[in-house]
């Protein structure tokens, strides 16, 4: 084999393997870490008799590196190197290493934690951290510290910081070797993107054809960019010049087409997705173009909904694109930014786990055995509230019971390997006879959009892409032949599609023949999406918006038949703006909601007082989540009914509605300075008893059928009764309702106002009264407002005393002169009080 440069380190890896269960190896792009060190490991004594399992972010780097090492054993891929990928597996009992994709080692752990065979666990290219990466990293150190001590796992990376996954795995194992790169030079645009993506893209790509030898590696967002810059290439690029587009979604042939080196003679312009950043040699390639976008789904605690956005590549990012242009001679690198953008970039992409939806990591948490995310140690904990409606989702799908432990239904929603909604969908449908409308179904969610262009964005109906698909598939009767001449079709996706239909058919193991149910497809299409999506069922409001069982907005872009219908099962939204705007959607039948969703129905009696008409209004309201199917009136309300609108009426209007006097408001007012003393006392201000009427008032009024009813109501007696009495006594003691007076008289004591408790009585009767008097445990003093014989005040004290001592003279002269017959004693403490002019025994 020939040299490379991680060739110089595998020695101090494999004595860190022998002695330890972890270690991290950090290479620079083109040292051969992905297909050197599997083959170098392979003989290490320790290894011994089990496999390898290498672990790639992307199918197309997973094939790739299994055929890459199988050819340098001199063998076909499948015998000791061999590939296991989404419904494609090439391996025998001769297998020793095998490339999986993320979900394909978590369904191996679930099957089997312990991982019997496994001897080592490499996870490549890990600085991507994507989820199935992170729950996959979880779960095997978990099977290592509990089941397999004898289980390594190695972690490697180019661009990856070692201190922190370092401190996960317990190791100080981290090996760094240096690549192969040959020299990059950077270019910056200077004014970054100013214009639409492929104007610019276009011009550089012209500029750098006419400039460089050697292919380019062009980095585009996604695929809707890739197709508007090769339709604006195509024609005008060079006879020698080969477009070759480079995605996800494309086919394996087209992918290994873009990724080989041009033919002799030729060169190729490769528009690729972030699917080249990392693990994948494009042959040939000495240019790289870089828009510094990157596209990624977001997801909103706040709405519960998915939005794609495009955004700024981080650094991290930038500096593996850039690396592109190196791996096999000096290249260069045109950054479509400028210096000052790129040195406000971002450090690093984050992570998945911190910007994604949780659902299917919940569900593969929950089948792991773990009651919580807790329960297992992560590089980055999941979010709390992105996973707790993560949980709440799978709740309503039946996939966890109410102590989030997965169901019966849930392990089989797992065991089929797509996001949890589908799987509930396709689960679902089959038991109605529809699992093979739903395959198809299942297949047009998950994928991009069937339709292109403004045909995609006017018409939202999923039925037009099912008769499409259908169609093309000639499983059934289409309604409607003249479909494909109608809606400009993307060609390569709705092969795809049918791809990904016909391995759900085999996998769901459904039959070829056609039953009745099936045959009425469309009848069910909005039923089958409101399955997998039962937070986005929705009911059209008066102005033509539609309302969310989650209470969210949504509204069509385009006027369109679906914007008439009553009830929308959603598929997807775009969730950027104050309502999500409608993409795809189908129409939904009420008689589907009150027969397939009854258990969420929610059924209750809203008694309301109609305060304009002074009566009680009874509705009986039937609704699933935010939307209300049903709201009619109740023309014979019950007397609970009543009774509950007139509660609801004195706290609406508070309780002056009620018929207070002064005995009431005064007992009010007493127990209220007591609760201001203790606050064992009760809160009867009008605030606290229009709060909480069906304490204290609703026994008095369950025979009322009117409000004027309530006029009758002694509201003494209904305070009273609820302190009780011994409560009653206590407040009488504390809180008397009079004060006795020397001269006799009970005075009444006001508890109301500023100056409370205070009361107003003639100078005259509190004659040898030494003392304010006081109430409350002896706390409170009570204010006294001393009045002259004609019961106007002289004078406001609460210190009785010094009023005596200090006041009284001066007072004495002014009344004196106004009432010359009354008794104005020189000695006031001395003095007998009176209610009369003058006491018996001064008169003369």
């Known amino acids: 084999m020939t040299q490379l440069p991680i060739d110089k380190v595998i020695p101090v890896l494999q004595e860190h393997l022998k002695n330890g269960s972890s270690a991290i190896l950090l290479a620079e792009p083109g040292a051969g870490k992905t297909t050197r060190t599997p083959l170098q490991l392979l003989q290490e004594p320790w290894l011994a008799g089990q496999s390898i399992l290498l672990l790639e972010p992307r199918r197309l780097a997973a094939r790739s590196a299994a055929i890459y090492m199988a050819k340098q054993l001199g063998e076909s891929v499948g015998e000791m190197v061999g590939y296991r990928i989404r419904s494609e597996s090439r391996v025998s009992s001769r297998t020793r290493i095998t490339v999986v994709t993320e979900g394909i080692l978590t369904r191996m752990l679930q099957n089997d934690p312990a991982l019997i065979g496994v001897g080592l666990v490499i996870f490549d290219e890990f600085h991507e951290r994507s989820i199935h990466a992170d729950l996959g990293l979880a779960l095997a150190l978990q099977s290592q510290q509990v089941l397999r001590e004898d289980l390594r796992i190695l972690i490697m990376s180019a661009t990856l910081d070692p201190k922190p996954i370092a401190q996960l795995l317990g190791t100080s194992a981290v090996v760094q070797s240096q690549g192969r790169n040959y020299p990059v030079e950077t270019r910056y645009s200077g004014s970054g993107l100013r214009e639409p993506i492929e104007v610019t893209v276009e011009r550089v790509i012209m500029s750098a054809l006419n400039v460089h030898q050697g292919s380019l590696l062009v980095f585009l967002p996604g695929a809707k960019e890739i197709r508007r810059v090769e339709r604006r290439l195509a024609g005008n690029v060079p006879s020698d010049v080969i477009l070759a587009p480079l995605f996800g979604a494309l086919s394996q042939v087209e992918q290994q087409r873009a990724i080989e080196a041009a033919p002799s003679g030729k060169r190729k312009v490769v528009l690729a997705t972030s699917i080249a950043e990392s693990s994948l040699t494009v042959d040939g390639v000495t240019v790289v173009i870089d828009s510094g976008l990157r596209r990624t789904s977001l997801f909103s605690p706040r709405t519960g909904m998915n939005r794609l956005v495009t955004t700024r590549a981080a650094r991290d990012s930038a500096d593996q694109r850039r690396g592109r242009a190196g791996r096999t001679a000096p290249g260069v690198c045109y950054r479509l930014w400028s210096e000052s953008e790129d040195r406000a970039l971002e450090e690093r992409t984050p992570p998945e786990m911190l910007e994604a939806d949780l659902t299917q990591l919940a569900l593969e948490v929950a089948a792991w055995g773990a009651a919580s995310p807790e329960e297992l140690v992560w590089l980055d904990a999941p979010p709390v509230a992105p996973y707790g409606q993560a949980v709440q989702l799978l709740r309503q799908l039946g996939a966890l019971d109410d102590q989030h432990r997965i169901t019966e239904h849930g392990i089989k929603m797992n065991e089929l390997g797509l996001h949890p909604r589908l799987a509930h969908m396709l689960l679902r449908a089959e038991t109605l006879g529809l699992g093979r409308v739903a395959c198809s179904l299942a297949a047009l969610l998950e994928e991009r959009d069937l339709f292109k262009g403004q045909v995609a964005g006017r018409d939202c109906d999923m039925v037009s892409r099912l008769s499409m698909l259908m169609e093309h598939n000639g499983s059934m009767t289409s309604p409607n032949s003249s479909l494909a001449s109608s809606y400009d079709v993307d060609p390569i996706e709705l092969r795809r599609i049918l791809e990904l239909s016909c391995q759900w058919e085999k996998v769901l193991s459904f039959g070829k023949s056609t039953n009745g149910t099936e045959q009425d497809w469309q009848r069910y299409c909005g039923l089958l999406i409101s399955f997998a999506y039962p937070d986005r069922i929705a009911r059209r409001r008066p102005d033509g918006r539609f309302l969310l069982r989650n209470g969210r907005g949504a509204v069509f872009t385009y006027q369109q038949p679906l914007g008439t219908e009553e009830y929308l099962a959603i598929a997807e939204v775009d969730d950027q703006g104050s309502e999500s705007v409608i993409l795809r959607a189908a129409s939904l039948g009420e008689s589907d909601l009150n027969t397939f969703y009854r258990e969420d129905l929610h059924e209750e009696k809203i008694v309301q007082w109609d305060e304009e008409a002074q009566k009680v209004k009874v509705r009986r309201r039937l609704s699933l989540g935010a939307i209300v199917l049903k709201d009619v009136p109740d023309p014979n309300p019950s007397q609970e009914d009543i009774t509950r609108a007139l509660l609801q009426a004195v706290t609406m209007q508070g309780v002056t509605i009620l018929p207070w006097n002064g005995k009431s ?84 004591i006001h508890y109301d106002g500023p100056q409370a408790p205070y009361v107003a009585v003639r100078l005259q009767e509190v004659f040898g009264m030494m003392d304010t008097p006081r109430i409350g445990y002896g706390q409170v003093k009570i204010t006294m407002h001393l009045l002259s014989p004609a019961s106007r005040p002289v004078q406001v004290t609460s210190d009785l005393h010094s009023f005596w001592k ?21 000695d006031p403490l001395q003095a007998t009080a009176t209610r009369k002019v003058r006491p018996e025994q001064t008169k003369k």
């Open 806 to 826: 200090n006041t009284y003279f001066e007072v004495k002269k002014d009344l004196k002169g106004r009432y010359p017959k009354h008794y104005w004693p020189e």
């Open 665 to 748: 408001r005064q007992l009010q007012a007493r127990i209220g300075f007591m609760h201001k003393l203790d606050e064992r006392w009760p809160d009867v201000s009008d605030e606290a008893l229009s709060t909480k009427p069906e304490q204290w008032l609703a026994p008095y009024i369950s025979n009322f059928r009117k409000p004027s009813d309530m006029k009758s109501l002694s509201l003494y007696s209904i305070l009273e009764n609820w302190l009780g009495w011994e409560r009653t006594q206590q407040l009488n003691t504390e809180a008397p309702t009079h004060l006795l007076v020397p001269s006799g008289s009970k005075v009444l």
